[in-house]
């Protein structure tokens, strides 16, 4: 099981671009969490999702932001037009089902910079 | 309010002395707290939880619900231990965490 796999694991755009962030959950794992790490910050939930479900999005950002965990493939967190402000460590975790989202093995990370 | 803090921004200690890293927290229900740690570029990793009350890598952790704090304590620091330390209170599907205390341990 090679655990949680995040790409890319560094990123660069240019403001006004898109940013499309991709996790593997690890294996048997349904339950899929975003979290975003800004510069001096701790770790800030967005996303919680289920396959094909968002069941939890309080911590995401009204505007430009989105996600998605389809059936089939990886989970996807969009960030459309993206600002300086943008430029921060995304990380993804997973659990499996009987767990909820307090027994989750985390991801490397992405590291997204907007120039 | 759900919160967890973390006081310390850094923790500077030399190998064999005592380490305590302060975490309190906030909320109203019956609170599940966790230790996570993260070594240098890699991934943030569960280092114990109250629930299990089980000893890791010789640290320890106590829920004070009187203080509302779950200090990580460690009575011999070891060089390997440098590393980000997270505070993370559970409620009901998604962590809350502090902002992180970094550790030194120097020879």
């Known amino acids: 099981n090679a655990g949680v796999m995040q790409n890319p694991r560094h990123l660069v755009r240019r403001r006004g671009q898109e940013a499309r962030l991709r996790c593997s959950p690890m294996?048997?794992?349904?339950?899929v969490y975003w979290y975003r790490q800004l510069p001096e910050e701790g770790l800030k939930f967005m996303v919680y999702?289920?396959?094909?479900?968002?069941?939890?999005e309080s911590g995401m950002p009204k505007e430009r932001f989105s996600a998605e965990f389809p059936k089939e493939g990886p989970s996807i967190l969009r960030i459309q037009q993206v600002v300086r402000g943008d430029s921060a460590a995304y990380f993804c975790?997973?659990?499996?089902?009987?767990?909820?989202?307090?027994?989750?093995?985390f991801g490397q990370g992405t590291r997204l910079t907007v120039v | 309010a759900q919160r967890v803090t973390q006081p310390e921004k850094l923790l500077s200690v030399f190998k064999g002395a005592p380490v305590e890293l302060k975490c309190n927290y906030s909320y109203s229900g019956s609170p599940e707290l966790f230790w996570y740690v993260q070594y240098s570029r890699q991934r943030l990793q569960l280092l114990l939880r109250h629930i299990s009350r089980e000893s890791i890598k010789g640290f320890t952790a106590d829920l004070n619900k009187g203080e509302t704090s779950f200090h990580l304590k460690k009575p011999f620091a070891q060089e390997e231990d440098s590393a980000m330390y997270y505070c993370?209170?559970?409620?009901?599907?998604?962590?809350?965490f502090g902002t992180g205390t970094r550790l030194q341990v120097f020879p």
């Open positions: 993370a209170l559970g409620v009901p599907d998604k962590l809350i």
């Open positions: 294996k048997g794992h349904s339950h």
């Open positions: 975790a997973s659990s499996p089902p009987a767990q909820g989202g307090t027994e989750a093995f």
């Open positions: 999702l289920q396959k094909e479900n968002i069941i939890d």
